[in-house]
């Protein structure tokens, strides 16, 4: 069984930072691509960004120059930087890291965290 922590939400002014984490922990053989995601009240969840397992990263443009992921393999864990906050990022803010355990690979997803940005 795999578990996924998020953590670093929070209620943010518009122009302000946080930088969201993303744990994982169990039986993991291998962690391959990672990313986050997001969804709005009334809008579908969608790609914010992603880190593939040799640290190749894709970012969505409505975010591209403000957020940045990362990831530290040792640690199990993802990283979303986020700058220059808008108030249409707010959104609940989900990881997702397929990861390979005794059995082929499974997509586990967090269990989201809330992000506000205040105009």
Do not use: H
């Amino acid at each position: 069984q795999v578990q996924l922590v998020e953590s670093g939400g929070g209620l943010v002014q518009a122009g302000g930072s946080l930088r969201l984490s993303c744990t994982a922990s169990g039986s993991i053989f291998i962690i391959n691509a990672m990313g986050w995601y997001r969804q709005a009240p009334g809008k579908q969840r969608e790609l914010v960004a992603a880190i593939t397992k040799g640290g190749s990263t894709d970012v969505a443009d409505s975010v591209k120059g403000r957020f940045t992921i990362s990831r530290d393999n040792a640690k199990k864990t993802v990283y979303l930087q986020m700058n220059s906050l808008k108030p249409e990022d707010t959104a609940v803010y989900y990881c997702k890291i397929a990861v390979v355990t005794t059995t082929p690979q499974v997509d586990y997803w967090g269990q989201g965290t809330q992000v506000t940005v205040s105009s």
